[in-house]
């Protein structure tokens, strides 16, 4: 009967943590906006489970009889006792969701992700080129506009204003840096990393993982005979990390 | 029993229940320290650990796959429990045509108004075997209705959207398990696929579903919850391991290592198709655990994933064997085997998507 009650005090936690990352608005790092219902609505299922299963376990007055009975009964499946260990792996998203500071994806993992300038991972079945006036799109729109356009010279001069985290990736040169966002289509399991090169003289003052603010234009250069679209900037701010870092394709 | 036995045997009965209940008690006691922790943190909002990055992208990552995940897989067991419960088979049995090809088929689409969970589905087949259904409709049942289910199609389409991974999954799971059943067909006997010998009169356990369960609703509903949690956290183990590992992967290793694996159009079949008999993960929520290798593994190689997982893994073929006699285990698992690698390669080298 004691494994009954931990399984109901695990469901309901799990059903409390879903609801409070929703809540807390925590939920933004996780996962794709589109799927908060969900989220709440598996909450509330967690919790009414834990509930019921609360309630039957309190009403149970002979616990080692019936569940003798039960589990003869089940004779015909694989469901035994659950084991202790499974009620130790259930506990572990609540010890990591409720201990561990919560933290978008950021630059750190770049460099085991790798970062895209050019090209879009297709999780989903729809990609879709949608239009963006110029001076709103944001990267992502930018590096799709890029990875569709046929001829990148078409952008030169183009205004760009735009927000993303800096990442120095190694591979670019002293005076370049990438300002990038992470695309989800689903959850982080499927996150994309995509970016614009931006080229400045001061490009070594700035840290990955800094927030900012990007205005400028786009210069169109050559880079080993294939041209490159690079963003020349007119101001650069640093700003506070959006409560929603994350782009949806 | 003699008096002393009996005094003996109470004692003993005793002495067990107090360490169980100690046993629970402590364990309710971290858990409620664990909670007051919680509840602190919320309020204090300042009372967090913070790792080294890595882990805490480790942690992001699993909580990710976690949170999309969960919701699918309580549904998956309770409605898999409320199906155990209050469905009765015999009527279901009457309605199933005879003819090989067509039993085939509504055995494979059948799962698509039993949603049981991949665990759940081998014992209930060989019930219907039991009583009476032919092998191929039988076959065809287990093997398509792990993913063939509403759940499945649900969570695969939360992962995927409406795409080509989606109808390919869902497509080629119908293909396979009916042409698996197909040959399976040709045993015609039905009692020399089980193990255990046919019964000769009625099954006598009646506690679940079956016609005559007068038990009052609200019984058989508690049962049918008791069910799901169970299988709840008997799944749930699987899962969270198989999502514990993406998101280790996914932090640790450079996409560039695994691109020589993931990248080769036979190599990353091969490697998908090991990785998810060795995960087990329940087909309810595997396709979030594969998102996490869109990025550097082939769509085939996904689709692989996504097929032959629910079909066969470690956890299955241990009750395949529990259920059938060791010939048609080796059956059960080649033939899925053989035809997914043979269209996730052709997929692979001959379509782009």
């Keep these: 009967m004691a494994k009954q009650k931990i399984q109901v005090l695990i469901l309901a936690g799990l059903g409390v943590y879903l609801l409070f990352v929703v809540v807390s608005g925590r939920l933004y790092y996780y996962i794709n906006e589109r799927f908060t219902w969900l989220v709440v609505a598996g909450g509330i299922i967690f919790l009414g489970t834990a509930l019921a299963l609360g309630l039957e376990a309190m009403r149970k007055n002979q616990p080692d009889e019936e569940e003798k009975a039960h589990s003869e009964s089940h004779a015909g499946h694989e469901h035994g006792k659950v084991p202790n260990w499974s009620l130790l792996i259930a506990g572990i998203p609540l010890l990591l969701g409720f201990l561990i500071t919560p933290k978008p994806l950021d630059a750190t993992t770049l460099s085991v992700r790798g970062v895209s300038t050019s090209g879009l991972s297709v999780a989903r079945g729809e990609n879709l080129l949608i239009e963006a006036p110029t001076d709103s799109r944001n990267v992502l729109d930018w590096v799709r506009a890029f990875s569709f356009s046929e001829d990148i010279s078409e952008f030169e001069g183009e205004p760009v204003d735009l927000i993303g985290f800096v990442y120095q990736e190694p591979s670019l040169g002293e005076n370049q840096f990438l300002v990038s966002r992470f695309t989800l289509s689903c959850c982080v399991a499927d996150a994309f990393a995509i970016g614009v090169r931006v080229e400045s003289e001061e490009a070594q003052d700035w840290e990955s993982n800094q927030w900012v603010h990007l205005i400028g234009r786009i210069s169109v250069q050559e880079n080993d005979g294939s041209p490159e679209a690079v963003v020349i900037p007119l101001r650069m701010v640093e700003i506070e990390p959006p409560p929603q870092p994350y782009l949806f394709p | ?353």
């Design chain 2, 1 to 353: 029993m003699s008096g002393k036995h009996a005094q003996e045997a109470k004692c003993k009965i005793r002495g067990m229940k107090a360490l169980r209940n100690g046993l629970g008690a402590l364990g309710l006691a971290m858990l409620a320290v664990l909670g007051a922790l919680a509840l602190q943190n919320w309020m204090a909002a300042g009372f967090l650990i913070t790792p080294p990055p890595a882990f805490s992208t480790f942690t992001t990552i699993f909580l990710g796959i976690f949170i999309e995940a969960a919701p699918f897989l309580l549904l998956g067991t309770l409605a898999s429990g409320l199906v155990e419960v209050f469905i009765s088979r015999e009527r279901l049995q009457g309605m199933l045509p005879s003819n090989p090809v067509l039993g085939a088929l509504s055995g494979g689409l059948m799962g698509l108004f039993f949603p049981v969970c991949e665990c759940g589905v081998v014992p209930l087949t060989r019930r219907f075997i039991r009583k009476g259904m032919a092998p191929a409709t039988g076959i065809a049942f287990m093997l398509a209705s792990p993913v063939l289910n509403p759940i499945v199609i649900g969570s695969t389409y939360a992962a995927y959207g409406w795409g080509p991974m989606l109808y390919l999954r869902v497509g080629l799971s119908l293909l396979i398990a009916v042409a698996t059943g197909l040959v399976f067909s040709l045993q015609s006997e039905r009692g020399k696929l089980l193990k255990q010998p046919l019964p000769l009169t009625r099954d006598g356990h009646s506690v679940h579903g079956h016609g005559a369960d007068l038990r009052p609703l609200g019984q058989r509903f508690q049962q049918a919850l008791a069910l799901a949690a169970e299988e709840f956290f008997e799944m749930g183990r699987y899962f969270i391991v198989g999502a514990m590992l993406a998101a280790l992967l996914q932090t640790l290793v450079p996409q560039s290592n695994l691109l020589a694996l993931g990248s080769g159009p036979v190599l990353s079949v091969l490697a998908m198709i090991a990785l998810a008999v060795l995960l087990s993960i329940c087909s309810t929520v595997d396709a979030f655990v594969s998102l996490a290798f869109v990025g550097s593994f082939t769509q085939g190689s996904i689709l692989a994933f996504l097929v032959f997982g629910p079909m066969v893994d470690i956890k299955s073929t241990l009750l395949y064997l529990q259920v059938f006699k060791p010939r048609y285990v080796v059956y059960l698992i080649l033939l899925p085997l053989l035809m997914t690698i043979l269209i996730s390669v052709t997929l692979n080298l001959n379509v782009v998507w």
